[in-house]
């Protein structure tokens, strides 16, 4: 195999304009950039977005722009990588901080891109999802999948934030990212269905058996059992071994979205965790506590709420700041994407 190709310099001009003028170029000039050897390029920077410096810009926004004027009122985590115009958190992950005030309402849609909601702080917001009336508490995840109805709503006092994460990259770039607008939903279905069918592991509806399931059967995971989860398997783990859960369908053991996968993380108290170089990228939201957190050669101070980029390929490095408490990670990337495409590797 040649290491030095052709450039696209070394072609006569004429030929150049010709190919031009019938809508083709050579391949061979730019085949490295796009195949390169080893490793995949990345535009994609491990940028740290410090909650405590984009809140009150948030608010502000909650001063200047009413919910009318914005339906979602959102400040969008731009990586300079890629320009902050592109709105990309990662090359396939889009991430935004939303507020909602009290007595305000997010108008109802539905769309194309795969979402959920992560909620950072704040009481009393709902999202309403087919309609399933679903709280919103610091912690818990709230499934928005592609084609649903969805809506927000706030029934409190006090701002409510959480972290918006969508597929909104991929399906933009497949040109096949729209809303459709409708009227607000009814909600007609009990109080607490979803965690009332699922909410123990292990067991599931016995009608789920007869194939009678929902494409997404589960459409809020409380942090409450999370956490609690998270520290029962921390007492029967192994100190080599990382605390981490998948947040899955609960019928059928898979990821809940199609692109996007949620994990949670727990720093045990003065843990450090080399986490295994993967072919996937990430973003990480610090739910509780705080961590020093390496990715490849940069070292980031991850505070509670701050959220941070981590590109495909990428060695990451985390400790716990405490030696007394855990530190907890909510992580969003997208293996299982990768994983439909043949293309998810794991480097040990």
Known sequence: MSDELGRLEDLPPDYVEALRAQNTVPLWPSLRALLPRGRPARATLPVLWRYRDIRPQLMRAGELTPIEKAER????LANPGHGLENMKATATIYIGLQLILPGEAAPNHKHTPSAVR????????????GGEKLPMRKGDLILTPPGLWHEHGHEASGPVVWLDALDLPLVYGMEASYATEGSSQTAD???GLGRARFGTGGVIPYRSLDGRRAPYPALRFPWQDVKRALGELAGVTS????????????????????????????????????????????????????????VDEAVHDVQETDTLAVPTHATVLASNASASKPAYLFIVDDAPLQRKMGIYEVFE
């Open 189 to 191: 279905k009990p109080l």
């Open 73 to 76: 009122r959102v400040l969008v």
């Open 239 to 294: 100190r080599a071994d990382p605390v981490q859960l998948a947040y899955v369908n609960p019928e059928t053991g898979r990821e809940c979205l199609p692109t996007l996968g949620f994990s949670a993380l727990q720093l045990r108290p003065g843990e450090e965790l080399r986490m295994p170089r993967r072919s996937a990228s990430s973003v990480m939201h610090m739910v509780e506590g705080s961590a020093k957190v390496l």
């Open 118 to 129: 992560f909620v950072v702080e704040g009481d009393g917001g709902f999202t309403l999802v």
